[in-house]
């Protein structure tokens, strides 16, 4: 029953990548089989890809995977019991060296070099998954798309997020980090149908509800101020939890309702404080997690901000993506071959998913067993998946011998293309009339 459920996906998949489907459909599985390539040709070495290696180049600019439909076939693998819980981040593909391919903009890098700013030249992609356990390092991606010059990180995200909540029978919660948390994306998800919990940068301002109106002049739009690094402006607490975890030791988690940005005043706000005690009860030197609710009914204190640490899991995936899938190991030509690579990420993961009960685990020698399967451990023991259900992919006909570059034909060197710097705009003023 297992292994019909896997099998039903991968055919249903596998019509969804258009025109050189059986080549781009080999080349998954020849990924899920490899796990240290130096070149995107050594994948056309794996048993499991029966065609040479110049078909990998043509199914990347042939193939034409479709990204709604292989979203709706995802979301129809989530069960329907209980809200999901969805997380957004970006990422980059560092391509420092290749001055010809078009649309390259300045991302940020994780690591700085002697002392530089921790950015990097390149591609942003922009990613929104599920997340399907409370504990491990399992994140589905529902979408994998680049961020073309002309989007921010936030406007691609929000473009996401509606994507995704318009085929979820039940209304999610999602989960960002700290570069989410400002009035344009609250503003900007207001009518998606999804609850936001997002992290808090230390050093914002916000602002209470504001008093009753006094009669006289303009009702006020902001009350008090509540900075968050300042703690005599915070009052007093609408309840206050503590608990003892067995990683973090003991917690306390402390609720203020009804604030704001000063340029969101219609999206209120549920704010929490997360910080780390000792045995005596004061506040380790760890700094302390500032989370924001917007939102319908915030779930129960003690549940809520359990709900962040999960949004770690992107970043797991991440590392996997790169490390594992070997996705920013190919140096391709175009954005659009970019993209239908990257299309290819979410699908092999929610294969091992899918997997993950069906294989045993295939430890190296120098591994130790593992009861509940990480994502590579799983792509470890996928060979005997694939010697069971088989592959949709239909064997290669052969084409006869290619006859090559026409002799006296000129070759002409490909364009450089400059890098892309993103600006934003302010919007033009309105020119005072006098009267």
Known sequence: MKNARLEEFRQVAYKYLGRAKDATFELTD??????????????????IFRRKWPSIYEA???????????????????PAEGRPLLA??????SRPDAVTLQERTYEHSGTSIAGNKPITIGQGYSTIAWIPEKSGSWALPLRHERITSGESPIGKAVWQLKQVCKYLPIRPISVWDSEY????????????????????????????????????GCPRKHGDKFKLNEPTT??????????????????RVSLWKNLHFRKAVTRPMSLLRVERLDVQGNQRVSKPLWLAWAGEEMPPLEEVW??????????????FLKQRL????????????????SDLMPLMTWELWLARDIV?????????????????????AMGGVFAVIGTPAVAPKSRGKSPGWTPGKKRHRKNRCPIVKKTVTPPPKEPSIAV
Request: aromatic share 10%; proline share 7%.
């Open 306 to 319: 359990r709900l962040y640490l999960r949004r770690f899991t992107i970043d797991h995936w991440y590392r």
């Open 234 to 251: 915070w009052g007093q607490a609408a309840s206050v939890f503590e608990v003892d975890d067995p990683k973090l030791k003991r917690v």
């Open 30 to 47: 020849a990924i899920l089989l490899t796990r240290n390539i130096y070149s995107l040709a050594d994948l056309s070495l794996s048993p």
């Open 88 to 93: 957004g981040d970006h990422t980059n593909w």
């Open 181 to 216: 948390g400002c009035a344009p994306f609250l503003l900007k998800t207001a009518s998606i149908p999804a609850d936001i919990l997002v992290r808090l940068r230390s050093n914002l301002c916000l602002w209470g509800e504001p008093g009753a109106y006094s009669g006289k």
């Open 60 to 78: 990347l600019q042939d193939s034409r995977p479709q990204r709604q439909k292989l979203m709706q076939l995802y979301i129809k693998q989530i």
């Open 326 to 341: 070997h996705w920013t190991v190919p140096n391709l030509s175009t954005p659009k071959q970019c993209e239908r690579w």
């Open 360 to 380: 045993t685990d295939n430890p190296l020698p120098w591994q130790k067993s593992q009861g509940n399967l990480t994502p590579g451990r799983v792509a470890q």
